[in-house]
């Protein structure tokens, strides 16, 4: 990249910023050389590392890296092999390199996220061991402590016995009555590194001692008593090898750092690295920046795009507001840059192949020079791995050159007028062009005969751009603008302003010629209207109906922008509109949802209740049934077909009420199933009556009466009862009923009780029936295992079981018992939940 380049677009301002978050002198020197690279892999590397550090940054505000200008002295100071550093030099090192540690650290738990990011601060080293040395020598305040060495506490040991032996001595000459009336001052004195007495002149020989200076006046001697002389010797010499110790231990430090140069050397780059890599992270952060694709076709997109250093977060870091006394005083000099209070107005600067030049035209004081200077700026500082002002979407190529020829460097030395510079900066140009390049142009062909300007700056634009240039130029030319709108491959846009006042928006309108609107603006900033009548009449015919022409065409194609806007405005409202009610859609779907599980739920403690009730109504059935049995064998051969009747009918009654309870969303309420009583006959009791037989319910015809009592037949059995325990449930019968011998069999028990079923001597089709249907009763009872019993036999059976079993739903796994639960002639059946 090309010097005047770099200072024409004020590279030099956004590195300074960039600068400006250092937070070590490593990081800040090596910003100080910022400059974009032209590798297309480098670029795409470093705007990876701003984007990991972006992103850490948003989770940890706080950057652990850390170190003040005493670091510089003291990696300076490591340069000069057998030279100590200072103690707080030393100190400040072991900070910095617990900095680098602690960065280090959170990086690394954030490697999986921060791949690149970890890889460099894996390059660092740990200097553990040496800064606990460091810390344990020399105190926060930068003092050697006496335990930094046995030697050293011994030699300050010493000291401090002889000092306080010399304190004695000359206090014993401030108290003595002999010679305190000698001393000008009872005090005691330093002079020459050694303790004294200050005595009046006149009493010179009075104390015997050595002389080691006077006062200015010549009325005082600074005396060192003969008595202390050897104490100051000794004192001279514990301090000479106090100091010799400190010098020593000091070396022991640094050189502690000094024999580790390979990683000294390569923790260094590391940390110097992070710290640039966090600055450009931070400044990005600073404008809201995104990272821009970089594309590989020449498409230059830079979306809602603002020039940086109008943004007022960055304006303020730029040095010049900071040493400027407006910053303190709010008085701007003359020609000093001050920090803007509002927002820039964004701009989306366009050229998308088959397009590779756009001509941006406008009024003047439009914006068009601060768009040419944006788009080159965002183009080197995503080369230089910063994020860009812009919206995401926007893309660059990585340009191995960049030229922009903006701004007028005339000069009377070099003999160079304002075309004459512009000429020979193309010149350059041209010479130094290498693609992809982008070339920006301000005002090409300006500073000379307009006609003549013109059509140079239409053979300048087309001749970067048949070399493959990217290029982006500002004019007024007509000619210019004429060859913006009719030639394939170039796009003309032009800045708008509002009608009414001709003030700029600021705004870029692609298709439009524009106008400079140099009367209209004229007007607007003063100019008399008698010096703009005769403006007008020296235009000719052909131009002021050009000029008209021009003007109707850019307010078509403003009220088109308008038009769009407001239609682009409709649009995002309406998709805003379609995202809430998908919002709101989703609510009712969750809410759904929740109903339904709420209903699941409730359904699912309705059917527990009903399987509990159901469980009940067997229990009861069983009991009943037993009790039945019971009577059955004490005093009768078998039970009546109607009372086994009845039973199945009471609980079936009761079954099908839960089912409805159930069916109808209510709460299962407790039942029982109770035997209805059969339907009592009219009339006295008489022989061939069908009666039924107190709380046996037993069912029989009386045969004969004697008296109280009588004889009834039960199914064959003669039994006599009493009158008072009978109840006529029919009329007379020819003849007796025919006996039946029933017995009542309750599901589940046909072929066993309980866990059990016996199916020895069923077939297949046979067993598997009663199976299927003792499994839903052992289900309803939430039983977890059962026995099938099937016997030895062939197999055949078995096999079959086996494999009904291993399929049926409610079953989790079948398998032969344990022998001591009946071995292969049993199948053990476990269900699931």
């Known amino acids: ?221 600074y005396l060192e008593p003969l008595s202390t002389v050897d104490v100051n010797n000794d004192i001279v010499a514990l301090e000479e090898q106090e100091a010799e110790e400190v010098r020593r231990i000091l070396l022991a430090l640094t050189d502690g750092y000094r024999a580790r140069t390979e990683d000294l050397q390569a923790t260094l780059e590391a940390a110097t690295e992070l710290d640039v890599i966090q600055a450009k992270a931070r400044c990005s952060m600073s404008f809201n920046g995104v990272r821009p694709a970089l594309s590989h076709d020449g498409r230059l997109e830079l979306r809602h795009a603002r020039h940086p250093l109008l943004i007022p977060a960055v304006a303020r870091r730029l040095p010049s507001f900071a040493e400027s006394p407006s910053a303190t005083e709010g008085k701007p000099e003359p020609g000093e840059r001050v920090a803007r209070t509002t927002e820039p107005v964004a701009s989306d600067l366009l050229v998308v192949p088959p397009a590779r030049a756009l001509v941006i035209t ?90 003549e300007g013109g059509a140079l700056g ?83 015919t052909n131009e002021a109906r050009l000029s008209d022409q021009m003007a109707k065409l850019d307010r078509e194609l403003q009220s088109l922008d308008h038009e769009r806007r407001l239609t682009a405005q409709a649009r995002l409202q309406a998709e805003t509109a379609e995202r809430q009610l998908r919002g709101r859609e989703e609510a009712l779907r969750e809410r759904e949802a929740q109903f339904t599980r709420k209903l699941e739920q409730r359904l699912n403690e309705q059917l527990r209740e009903a399987r509990t009730e159901v469980d009940k109504v067997v229990a009861d059935l069983r009991q009943q049934a037993a009790a039945l049995e019971k009577q059955q064998q004490k005093r009768i051969a078998a039970i009546p077909t109607g009372v086994t009747g009845d039973l199945r009918v009471s609980a079936r009654t009761a079954l099908e009420a839960i089912a409805d309870r159930v069916r109808d969303g209510g709460a299962v309420a407790p039942a029982a199933p109770v035997m209805p009583p059969p339907p009592e006959a009219a009339g006295p009791l008489t022989e061939g009556d069908r009666v039924e037989v107190g709380v046996l319910r037993l069912q029989g015809v009386i045969r004969a009466l004697a008296g109280k009592d009588a004889d009834v037949d039960v199914n064959g059995k003669r039994m006599r009862v009493k009158m008072s325990e009978l109840r006529k449930v029919g009329g007379a019968t020819m003849a007796a009923a025919p006996t039946v011998n029933v017995r009542l069999a309750l599901r589940g028990e046909t072929a066993g009780t309980g866990t059990d079923l016996n199916v020895v001597g069923c077939t297949v089709d046979e067993a598997i029936d009663r199976t299927d249907k003792f499994l839903d ?21 078995r096999k079959a079981l086996s494999g009904y079993l291993n399929t049926h739903p409610l079953v989790l796994r079948a398998a032969p018992a344990p022998n001591d639960l009946g071995g292969s002639a049993v199948t053990l059946v476990e269900l699931r939940e």
């Not at 024409?8 to 020197?29: H, K, M, N």
């Not at 913006?484 to 032009?494: E, I, L, N, R």
């Open 1 to 221: 990249m090309h010097v005047t380049t770099l200072r024409a677009l004020e590279f030099d301002q956004i590195a300074a910023v960039v600068r400006s978050y250092a937070v070590t002198p490593l990081g800040a020197q090596r910003l100080a050389g910022l400059v974009p690279s032209t590798e297309p892999v480098r670029v795409a590397e470093s705007l990876d590392l701003t984007g990991e550090a972006l992103l850490l940054l948003q989770d940890h505000q706080s950057w652990p890296l850390r170190g003040g200008e005493a670091v510089a002295g003291a990696l300076d100071g490591l340069a000069l092999v057998g030279r100590p550093l200072e103690p707080l030099r030393l100190l400040a090192l072991a900070d910095f390199f617990d900095s680098v540690d602690r960065t280090a650290a959170l990086v690394e738990r954030a490697a999986t996220r921060l791949p690149a990011l970890a890889a460099v601060a894996r390059r660092t080293s740990r200097f553990t061991t040496e800064n606990a040395r460091v810390r344990k020598a020399i105190s926060q305040h930068g003092d050697v402590v006496d335990d930094a060495s046995p030697a050293l506490a011994g030699v300050r040991d010493k000291l401090r016995r002889q000092r306080q032996r010399l304190r004695g001595t000359l206090e014993s000459y401030l108290r003595g009555r002999d010679t305190a009336k000698y001393l000008q001052e009872q005090v005691v004195t330093e002079r020459n590194g050694r303790y004294v007495l200050v005595v009046r002149a006149e009493h010179r020989g009075a104390i015997p001692g050595l002389i080691h200076g006077a006062s200015a006046s010549g009325a005082s001697l």
């Open 777 to 797: 009763e052992a289900a309803m009872q939430e039983r977890r295992t059962i026995r099938v019993i099937h016997g030895h036999g062939t197999g055949r059976l």
């Open 362 to 451: 406008g009024p003047n004081t439009g914006g068009k020079t601060v768009a040419l200077k944006t788009a080159g700026l965002l183009v080197l500082m995503a080369q230089a791995g910063l994020f860009v002002p812009a919206e995401a979407g926007s893309r660059l190529p990585v340009f191995r050159s960049v030229f922009a020829d903006i701004g007028d460097e005339q000069s009377i030395a070099a003999n160079l007028s304002t075309f004459s510079w512009h000429m020979t900066s193309i010149v350059s140009m041209d010479k130094a062009l290498k693609l992809p390049a982008l070339v920006l142009l301000d005002e090409v062909g300006n500073g000379t005969d307009p006609v």
């Open 458 to 540: 239409v053979a300048i634009i087309d001749h970067f751009r048949q070399r493959g240039a990217v290029v982006v130029a500002t004019t007024h030319y007509e000619t210019i603008k004429s060859y913006a709108t009719s030639t394939a491959g170039v796009t003309c846009a032009a800045f708008g302003f509002v009608p009414e006042t001709f003030a700029p928006t600021y705004r870029l309108i692609y298709g439009s010629p524009g106008g400079s609107l140099a009367f209209e603006i004229a007007a607007r900033l003063g100019l008399p209207r008698p010096v703009l009548e005769a403006a007008h009449a020296w235009r000719s």
